[in-house]
């Protein structure tokens, strides 16, 4: 990447996990490494960050992708209806197993999706899901998203 810069040049003031009050961090927010007062701004709001301006290439053979911070959320779903949105390609994992397991198909579909599964750890989802949860300070799993 070369000469990304913030469209905007107010100052920034870089606070390593301190608490401390300064002219530039008056609210004694603490802030690490490129997430100044300035720059938490746009964000806090819900809203992309889309004021920067210069040109990036990649190095020959790699690629490039796009990963949100804030993911977009599903208004419809509650809190753990998002959760369960996020892994949805595991609950079909296990779906299938169960359709298979219901059905007395022990076959080699089963038996890769068994690896799968212990493989992806799919059995200890849910527990994963609430370590998760806990860990993000997630509200309770019922509450409704448009809340937050």
């Given at each position: 990447?070369?000469?990304?810069?913030p469209?905007?040049?107010?100052?920034?003031?870089?606070?390593?996990?301190?608490?401390?009050?300064?002219?530039?961090?008056?609210?004694?927010?603490?802030?690490h490494?490129?997430?100044?007062?300035?720059?938490?701004?746009?964000?806090?709001?819900?809203?992309?960050?889309?004021?920067?301006?210069?040109?990036?290439?990649?190095?020959?053979?790699?690629?490039?992708?796009?990963?949100?911070?804030?993911?977009?959320?599903?208004?419809?779903l509650?809190?753990?209806?998002?959760?369960?949105?996020a892994?949805?390609?595991?609950?079909?994992?296990?779906?299938?197993?169960?359709?298979?397991?219901?059905?007395?198909?022990?076959?080699?579909?089963?038996?890769?999706?068994?690896?799968?599964?212990?493989?992806?750890?799919?059995?200890e989802?849910?527990?994963?899901?609430?370590?998760?949860?806990?860990?993000?300070?997630?509200?309770?799993?019922?509450?409704?998203?448009?809340?937050?």
């Open positions: 990447m070369e000469r990304m810069r469209r905007t040049r107010r100052a920034s003031v870089i606070c390593r996990r301190s608490r401390s009050r300064s002219r530039e961090n008056p609210d004694g927010e603490s802030a490494r490129g997430a100044s007062r300035p720059n938490r701004e746009p964000l806090a709001s819900g809203g992309e960050d889309k004021n920067f301006e210069g040109t990036a290439r990649p190095i020959a053979g790699l690629t490039v992708g796009y990963l949100a911070q804030e993911p977009p959320l599903n208004d419809k509650d809190v753990q209806g998002n959760l369960r949105e892994v949805a390609p595991l609950l079909e994992i296990e779906r299938r197993y169960n359709e298979l397991a219901e059905a007395g198909d022990m076959g080699p579909e089963f038996e890769k999706l068994t690896e799968e599964m212990a493989h992806k750890e799919i059995w989802l849910d527990s994963h899901l609430e370590q998760a949860a806990e860990a993000l300070s997630l509200p309770p799993m019922a509450s409704d998203v448009r809340k937050l």
